[in-house]
């Protein structure tokens, strides 16, 4: 399972959601109320996700069988918050579809 790239996508999805709200929360609002600001490395971090996730996205569309219209919306919801994760619940049985399929027997 953890060679197989739909569970590698499936887990890039979450990682970059939380990488976002990691930002918001810890980076900005730390950055405002203290000494401490994270907004460098969390939004660092953040970048990366976010290229990978768009790297993702188009390199595994063919394998789940993405038209245009769902690729497109999975790229809108790596740009607004909290939205990886509602792409993610709805589409997670498909993941885990695909993820056994991959499977050897």
């Given at each position: ?5 739909v ?10 959601g939380w990488?976002f709200?990691l930002?918001?929360?810890?980076g ?7 000494e401490?600001d994270?907004v460098?490395?969390l939004?660092s ?5 976010f ?7 188009l390199?595994?569309?063919?394998r789940l ?7 497109l ?6 740009v607004?918050?909290l939205?990886?994760?509602v792409?993610?619940h ?9 993820e056994?399929?991959a499977?050897p027997a």
């Amino acid at each position: 399972m953890i060679a197989n790239p739909v569970f590698h996508y499936r887990m890039l999805t979450l990682a970059e959601g939380w990488s976002f709200v990691l930002l918001l929360v810890f980076g900005s609002l730390l950055s405002r109320v203290s000494e401490i600001d994270l907004v460098m490395p969390l939004g660092s971090l953040h970048g990366a996700l976010f290229v990978l996730l768009v790297l993702g996205t188009l390199l595994i569309r063919r394998r789940l069988g993405w038209g245009f219209g769902t690729t497109l919306v999975a790229l809108i919801a790596a740009v607004i918050p909290l939205a990886p994760f509602v792409f993610h619940h709805y589409k997670k049985q498909e993941f885990l579809e695909a993820e056994r399929a991959a499977q050897p027997a």
